[in-house]
């Protein structure tokens, strides 16, 4: 299907690109050509297995934002430069907020 279809803000999370995850060039290009709010991270020390484990946090936190309506307290984490999931082992950027 493709970022084309998607309609509503959207995450991708993935291991660096050299770390064996194939899922990273997808994820370069599903971002550059996203046109709803997406935020991208790659998890620094991941690989393609260890990636979701690595970033459990950023995943729930996400849905507390998106699906439990916490946005006040879960926005600024992703948004903010200085926020959790932009900082530390995430290396975030974001488009279209």
Same mark, same amino acid.
């Given at each position: 299907?493709?970022?084309?279809?998607?309609?509503?803000?959207?995450?991708?999370?993935?291991?660096?690109?050299?770390?064996?995850?194939?899922? @990273?060039p997808?994820?370069?290009?599903?971002?550059?050509?996203?046109?709803?709010?997406?935020?991208?991270?790659?998890?620094?020390?991941?690989?393609?297995?260890?990636?979701?484990?690595?970033? %459990?946090?950023?995943?729930?936190? %996400?849905?507390? %934002?998106?699906?439990?309506g916490?946005?006040?307290?879960?926005?600024?984490?992703?948004?903010?430069? @200085?926020?959790?999931?932009?900082?530390?082992?995430?290396?975030?950027?974001?488009?279209?907020?």
């Amino acid at each position: 299907m493709g970022p084309s279809h998607l309609r509503k803000d959207a995450m991708f999370m993935c291991a660096p690109d050299g770390a064996g995850d194939p899922a @990273t060039p997808q994820c370069d290009s599903d971002f550059m050509v996203s046109t709803v709010p997406t935020f991208y991270t790659v998890v620094a020390g991941s690989d393609h297995l260890t990636s979701g484990r690595l970033g %459990w946090a950023a995943s729930i936190a %996400w849905m507390l %934002w998106h699906l439990a309506g916490q946005e006040d307290q879960w926005r600024k984490e992703f948004l903010d430069p @200085t926020g959790r999931f932009q900082t530390g082992i995430f290396k975030s950027q974001i488009k279209n907020w």
